[in-house]
């Protein structure tokens, strides 16, 4: 006699996902830009047996449950093996970003204990760099066939990907694990002090790509084809890998080539109809697009955050046909965390109310909350004004960070250092970094505002303004401008263009022009570089 | 020092779903036809403040996490706060289907052990003769105002519900219970013997319905309105009052009428652009709309199972601009558990192609698996011809009946009864209920298969085949038919019909024309009462 019943107890595990592609969508395909520049295309059924072929390849190196094995790699087919046999079979993926500083990468590389490393060709100057510094790392593993294999004769421990899975048969039997193993690791770019570790589950990384397939995210589907422009060395890509044979939509890995030509003829020749990336990639595509009086044909939608989506952007590829959403996530909320997402009401309404609304970060997916406090904890208001530090807690936020001292948690609820407004409607506004808040005269002024109404100006392809010391005001703001291409733009004309729309005390004090603005390891602008810089013109 | 950190162990619960759609899309509308007849609208924020109303007066009441209370309602508002408030306290909702034989209702209530019974004023008849045979039931909570209160005076226990909520101050908070917890029950039919209790969890029937709202099965969004005409007390209707807050889209309950006329009338007034129900009540609105010279002017999307999709019928639509997705599941599997979901290249194809695939009934989502073995448990090759017994194992997926010492389980794969083929591409076709195959001169027919050429004669409305003892071929395959109203059908040209469809062997020995068939509880055909009345027409 069962008692219960209830529904079966099976685990949500990463290798369940490529043997779903595999099974369900066999035929599907996966198209790949090689690091050495041709398209390489195959199924998922294909990409299943070869992530099974790693799998066994590396438990034959040695490799236990609970290791760590570490990336620094493009959007490429073999980084996806990478993610289902390394995070399948037990092991923790630690995709490294190659943007990062040699220490910092030699410092992650050692906090995360890894024990092998697989690299595309490209950084196999940082591999030689590295190498001496990582006595733990044992296994160097270039991501390529042999007639590929980058110039590191002499390394201890280099390997083929190509030989060393070749002899593997593919029958494996994936481990039963629990789903609140490890799978993936990503440390924060670490602005200040050493970048931090998150580390998230399996079942984390699944009801986030779940949630990644719905119509209010990226929408994915068995009809669509997405390419990822966000690297999968960047918080999992937004989990779009796993995300994609989910939904058994097929997947388009663009390589190493992010300019808008490469992406543009990936997206026409693989039928793109969903992308993702941040809003600097997305500027160079339009730009392409518009300047070789080019047709998107197939692409409807695309996702963004990682910084602010400018207005201009998202009505530039609207008037395309292509629906530009803007969410925000950070590394310790393993992607996702808001996204554009309006009812029939708001979608319907004045153009000048929906375009408020798509310039705002949105709205929670299920599975995720959100709130904003004040300086003593308090919950404040959804009024679409009250300001506060945003916290988050949820399904797929993380508990804390690997192996550290430092806790972001308040009462269950993740600091997430970003203030922040939420309307009577749940939709949330970010207003600012907390120490990108810039103090003038007993106001605080954010930064992100100025920003926005500097970006909105046609001349202007990026801006930033940074709070700078000032001996009356206490501090005062400093805006610093790339022109588009082609653009003329004087100080006046854009000083004029803030102050008809902004307040006067936050009209920037100066104006300094720039062939490009510093970034840091995942694309955002390094205001720490600015300020460093230019934090003492107005002394 | 934090070792892990990894990300927040939070359960998956039924009360975070109202919350969700209360703080996230707290304006969005939820539309019910009471059961007296008006449209009630109301928003998900106060349908949560309502829940926890109802929670409160529940543990008023004594009743206690683990007990079970029982529904007899319609589509409607007060249910949709059932099924919120009871399984989130940590109780469990058993929704009892009004059409199952009073025996067959008596014994379910006593089988599960409910202790209270939220009831229409519709089933006042139903609760008057089940109160002297259920003793263990408390509370009969009629679910109206006062105004509308059925005629039940003297019967002990009978509540008001909205006098029972009224006192309450909706300041609750749910308790955090493990996602594992039974928050559902529901009795399969039971065509033969006693129903049997599938036992559903918070778990499992989330990520259903995180599933339900991908667009590969109903695609759901925040600018979606949809109406499940499948009834709440059938599956929880396909988890579509789960999916509808999670995906923050506006929910519209069609109350007791389910007629052509009056689901036209409310899709057009609400606006509905999705929805789910069996074939039946989907030719009845198609035959509203076509009689009437009405257009579907919002309805985009409706996911159908149940019993098979006549290819004809997904035509009519189409030829409307609205998608008709086939899908298979069954009670053990908490609601969905394949659906059509083509590719690009699937979908491009030619026409006659793309409407065979459409015919059949899809793939599993993420989640479920599935395979065909054959009498000796010998998994089948996927070829599309190779027909066994489907068997599926999966997340939403019970590995037993409630309280029962039959097990449907074979190495932990649900054993469905269905007879079926699986194609390379993995599409699941299904080809008959086991019991219902006909064996004569040695061969096997599906009935489904006869049954599918004969629906798609332009004279028929539906159909249905049954095998019937005969004294030279052990058994023959007997058609019934309801013709289309209006349409005239001879027995020699619907044999003819399907002479040049089919092989000679399965060829009807007779047609025999119905008013109407009989169906069950379900709204499935009762192929068990037309094998009693029938079945010795050949001797």
Redo the contacts between chains.
């Keep these: ?10 685990q ?1 595990l990463i290798s ?2 490529i043997e ?1 592609a595999a ?6 395909i996966v198209s790949s830009r090689e690091t050495h520049g041709p398209i390489h295309r195959y199924t998922y059924r294909e990409c299943a047996r070869r992530s099974r072929r790693l799998a066994q390849a590396l438990r034959r190196l040695g490799l236990q449950p609970g290791d760590f094995a570490a990336t620094l790699a493009w959007n490429n087919h073999r980084h996806l093996e990478a993610y289902f046999a390394v995070s399948g079979s037990g092991l923790a993926i630690h995709t490294c970003n190659p943007r990062l500083h040699l220490d910092q990468l030699a410092y992650v590389l050692d906090h995360a204990g890894d024990t092998a490393l697989l690299f595309d060709a490209t950084f196999a100057p940082l591999v030689a760099a590295l190498a001496p510094r990582c006595p733990r790392i044992r296994h160097w593993i270039a991501l390529c066939e042999r007639a590929h294999m980058p110039p590191l004769e002499g390394l201890p421990g280099l390997l083929c990907y190509e030989e060393l899975i070749a002899p593997e048969t593919g029958q494996y039997a994936w481990p039963d694990l629990d789903e ?1 193993t ?1 799978a993936a690791l990503c440390y924060t770019s670490g602005t200040t002090g050493h970048p931090k ?5 399996h ?2 990384l699944i009801l986030n790509a ?2 990644v ?4 995210i990226l ?7 997405v390419l990822p422009i966000v690297p999968m060395f960047h918080i999992n890509a937004w989990c779009i890998p796993y995300a994609a044979p ?3 939509s ?1 997947l388009v890995l663009p390589g190493p080539r992010l300019d808008g030509a490469a992406l543009y003829e990936m997206m026409e020749s693989e ?1 793109v109809t969903r992308s993702a990336g941040v809003p600097t990639v997305l500027l160079g595509l339009l730009q392409h697009v518009e300047s070789h009086e080019l047709e998107l044909s197939t692409l409807r939608r695309i996702c963004s955050g990682g910084s602010l989506v400018p207005a201009s952007l998202i009505a530039k590829y609207a008037e395309r046909g292509i629906e530009l959403l803007q969410g925000w996530g950070m590394t310790e909320t ?1 992607g996702v965390a808001t996204m554009t ?7 319907g309404g004045p153009q000048a109310e929906r375009c408020g609304l798509t310039a705002k970060q949105g ?2 997916p ?2 995720v ?1 959100i709130k904003v406090v004040d300086e003593d904890g308090r919950t404040l208001p959804r009024d679409g004004t009250s300001q506060g530090e945003l916290m988050i ?13 430092t ?1 972001p948690i308040v009462d ?1 609820w ?1 600091r997430t250092g970003d203030v922040a407004t939420i309307d ?3 939709i949330l506004q970010i207003r600012d970094r907390i120490k990108d808040l810039i103090k003038t005269g007993g106001e605080w002024i954010s930064s992100i505002d100025v920003e926005n109404v500097a970006c909105n100006h046609p001349s202007v392809a990026q801006a930033a303004v940074i709070g700078v010391r000032h001996p009356k005001w206490q501090e005062r703001p400093l805006l610093f401008v790339v022109r588009r291409p082609g653009h003329e733009l004087a100080r006046q004309q854009i000083l004029d263009h803030l102050g008809a729309q902004l307040a006067r005390i936050c009209v920037p004090e100066e104006v300094i022009f720039l062939e490009a603005l510093p970034v840091g390891g995942t694309g955002k602008v390094q205001k720490a570089a600015l300020r460093a810089e230019y934090g003492d013109v107005f002394q």
Tied chains: 1, 2.
């Design positions: 006699m069962i008692e219960h019943g209830l529904n079966m107890d099976r949500l369940a996902i779903h099974a369900q969508y066999g035929s599907q609140r490890a570790g998150a580390l998230y589950t079942r984390a779940l949630t397939t719905t119509p209010g929408s994915l589907a068995a009809e669509d084809s989910i939904a058994g097929a039928r393993s997402c309006l009812t029939a009401d708001e979608a709205r929670t299920f599975g909350e807690r949820g399904q797929w936020i993380v508990s804390g960070y690997y192996k550290s001292e806790s269950g993740l009577a409607n749940g």
